[in-house]
């Protein structure tokens, strides 16, 4: 597999986003350089970080220890909670990209929008500033409902490059979805494989019949699906087998009907936590 095989996608910013990457969410900071560099090797060039993981040294590390240009890389972080205001963003995205030892980010996110804190709005009009500054190419947000979308849009005339939310195949938000399709909002689906917390062959046997079907494995199928709907996402993985497995989804195509099937596995079942009482 190499790198220019993998689809890109357009965002609102202009700048393209590789439609799969790997995401860094509870890689170990000792082992993250050693990880990325393995994902590199495999061809991955996105990443997706985010400050609260703690491993944003690591990551850019092996960014820059890869001999790589820097061009050739998509590479995303996000704000936490505590940083959220007009200084804490600016001052968190410079703390950031010194940990990442680099001079801009591809995306940044605002990670949750915390209803009870009230600042995402103040966050958001921060967020344009730091776009404007050329600090961050596109900008987005993580988890926002349609009314925490509809806010920041209001109040600034910025529609977010992304929404990076929980999707798989038990919890599909096709409604959340469709309004962010309607405003050109890219969706980003984290957890896309279940986080390991569900056995997707076990909860859902159709799986199962489709991965024999195309001859490929279950997360493989689930990938494909996702990347058939137009999504972005960025399986995390330590093994360097699975980090290639989890590649080697673009070359077969699932029909209507398997689509279908796995659209109807959907149990609105959160497996991570409910932005509205996220605080
Ligand atoms: P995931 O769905 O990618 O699942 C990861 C787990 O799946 C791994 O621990 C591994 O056990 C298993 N796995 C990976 N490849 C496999 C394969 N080929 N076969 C069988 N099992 C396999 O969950 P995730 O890591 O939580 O989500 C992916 C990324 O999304 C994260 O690393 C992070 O970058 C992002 N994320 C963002 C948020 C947010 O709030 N914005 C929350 C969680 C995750």
Same mark, same amino acid.
């Given at each position: 597999m190499s790198a !220019? =095989?993998? /689809? =890109?996608l357009l965002l609102n910013s202009g700048h393209a986003i /590789?439609? *799969?990457?790997?995401?860094?969410f509870k890689v170990d900071?000792? #082992?993250?350089?050693?990880?990325?560099?393995?994902a590199i090797e495999a061809g991955y060039r996105h990443f997706d970080g985010a400050r609260i993981y703690g491993n944003e040294e690591g990551l850019g590390r092996a960014i820059a220890a890869s001999g790589i240009p820097r061009e050739e890389f998509f590479v995303t972080t996000?704000?936490?909670? @505590?940083? %959220?205001?007009r200084h804490g963003a600016h001052a968190a995205l410079e703390a950031s990209l010194e940990r990442l030892g680099m001079e801009s980010v591809d995306l940044y996110l605002i990670h949750w929008p915390h209803p009870g804190l009230g600042r995402a709005v103040e966050t958001w009009l921060a967020f344009e500033e730091l776009a404007a500054q050329g600090l961050a190419h596109s900008i987005g947000v993580s988890n926002f409902r %349609? #009314? @925490?979308? !509809?806010?920041?849009?209001e109040a600034s005339g910025t529609v977010p490059a992304v929404n990076q939310i929980e999707v798989h195949p038990l919890l599909q938000q096709p409604v959340l979805r469709e309004f962010q399709e309607a405003l050109g909002i890219r969706t980003e689906a984290w957890g896309p494989l279940g986080q390991g917390k569900v056995d *997707? !062959?076990?909860e859902a046997p159709v799986l199962v019949d489709i991965a024999a079907a195309h001859e490929r494995t279950v997360a493989q199928v689930v990938l494909r699906w996702h990347l058939q709907e137009g999504?972005?996402?960025? /399986?995390? =993985? =330590?093994? /360097? #087998?699975?980090m290639r497995e989890n590649l080697a989804v673009v070359d077969f195509a699932l029909t209507d009907d398997e689509l279908a099937a796995i659209r109807a596995l959907d149990q609105g079942r959160r497996l991570g936590p409910d932005p509205a009482i996220y605080d």
């Open positions: !220019a =095989t993998i /689809p =890109t /590789p439609q *799969l990457g790997f995401g860094v900071a000792t #082992e993250t350089e050693r990880i990325v560099a393995d996000k704000l936490w909670k @505590d940083d %959220q205001g %349609q #009314e @925490d979308l !509809a806010a920041v849009i *997707l !062959a076990v999504r972005i996402v960025f /399986p995390k =993985t =330590t093994s /360097p #087998e699975r």
